[in-house]
């Protein structure tokens, strides 16, 4: 044992760290004002579910509130709580509606509720004239089949009893401009709008409001296009990277061909090769499926300037990179190299790993170390 101070300590374990994740609340709000400008007119609402996409709702929405925005969506009461702490005075909303007996909860926080089910129209019906409670908003289903009132519902329903603040529905195949259901949808909800005239209505996600005009309605919903996400394969994204994601080189160690890397021999080495061993894996949110094996490549990261792929499986808390290409000495034990971030996007590392860059935003593990600069 040696006497180390407490600063050294803690200097030490600083030095320890072995994932961090830096979030961008700048580029955040600088996000939520671009997509606020291309719906030219419509308020721009702000979607923090899920902890602001696994980003951190303590710190996203006061960034948000701080730069005008008053509405925000989340998918829980338990999240609309949260959220209320943190922007008194915002409407919130809260998207997977109200079940039975949960209604006291919504009042208690001021939450509306978006209401998609007769049943819970029903349920919230005396209790929105016997107290203060704040107003619903009700979701129609356009054709998604998720949630939402049918157009026969809606015919069943006097709607003028719950005076509702909002009708919205949700768009299915926003990502892609060509696909027939939008213009089905838009149809939809227009017809449908025309039940609860007078009523604001929302239909556009981020990809929604890349669609036009007659998407935008009076309210949007942008979330993934906020935390730096394209919204859509076919249109240039128009919003800027707002996580990096690190982590740390364990070890550089030489593999001979015919070696292989990692949990099942899934990867041979063909030529003389220095691999950077990683400490950072599924645990911290790096996709599993982000691997490469002989047969299939995987992601890549950024190290000292330059683009490595991943070697082999992604372990829990390691993950082997090629740097052979490096020069010497470029990637050494300790130093930090970018697994997300500006170099590698986030949308790259999800189609790298069969998926998309929201399940990769809100999977980045509790175990990185985290930070936010700007806002
Ligand atoms: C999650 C969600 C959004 C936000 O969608 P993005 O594609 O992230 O912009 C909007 N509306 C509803 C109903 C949602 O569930």
């Known amino acids: 044992m040696t006497d180390a101070s407490a600063e050294d300590v803690s200097s030490a374990r600083d030095a320890a760290s072995a994932t961090r994740l830096t979030v961008d609340l700048g580029a955040i709000v600088r996000n939520w004002r671009t997509m606020s400008g291309l719906a030219a007119g419509a308020e721009c609402a ?36 949260r959220v209320r702490a943190l922007a008194p005075d915002a409407i919130l909303y809260v998207l997977d509606g109200v079940f039975p007996n949960a209604e006291p909860a919504f009042a208690a926080d001021g939450l509306r509720p978006v209401l998609s089910s007769i049943e819970q129209a029903e349920s919230w019906m005396p209790f929105a004239v016997s107290t203060d409670a704040p107003p619903v908003a009700l979701h129609v289903d356009t054709g998604m089949n998720r949630l939402g009132l049918n157009a026969s519902d ?49 239909l556009a996600n981020s990809a929604g409001i890349l669609l036009g005009e007659a998407f935008r309605f009076d309210l949007v919903r942008p979330g993934i296009a906020l935390y730096g996400g394209r919204p859509s394969r076919f249109a240039a994204n128009p919003v800027e990277p707002v996580v990096t994601f690190e982590g740390r080189i364990a070890q550089v160690r030489s593999a001979a061909p015919g070696d292989t890397v990692g949990y099942g021999a899934m990867r041979t080495i063909r030529r003389s090769t220095r691999l950077a061993i990683v400490a950072a894996g599924y645990a911290d ?83 990185a170390e985290r930070s936010y600069r700007g806002g």
């Open 154 to 202: 809606l015919v069943a329903f006097d709607t003028e009893q719950l005076a509702p603040a909002l009708v919205m529905s949700h768009l299915a195949c926003a990502d892609d401009p060509h696909h027939p259901k939008n213009a089905a949808q838009l149809r939809t909800l227009e017809t449908l709008r025309a039940r609860v005239s007078g009523v604001p209505a929302s």
């Open 46 to 81: 702000a979607v923090v579910k899920a902890d602001a996409y696994g980003l951190g709702a303590e710190a996203v929405v006061p960034a948000l509130s701080k730069a005008g925005c008053g509405t925000f969506f989340v998918a829980t009461a338990a999240e609309g709580s």
């Open 285 to 367: 949110g790096y996709m599993r499926a982000g691997g490469s094996s002989d047969t299939r490549t995987g992601a890549m990261a950024f190290v000292a300037g330059r683009h490595v792929p991943v070697m082999g499986r992604v372990s829990m808390d390691l993950i082997a990179l090629d740097v052979t290409e490096l020069p010497d000495g470029a990637a050494r034990a300790g130093d930090w190299v970018e697994l997300i971030g500006p170099n590698v996007g986030v949308d790259d590392a999800a189609a790298a790993a069969g998926t998309i860059s929201y399940e990769i935003l809100c999977g980045i593990g509790r175990r």
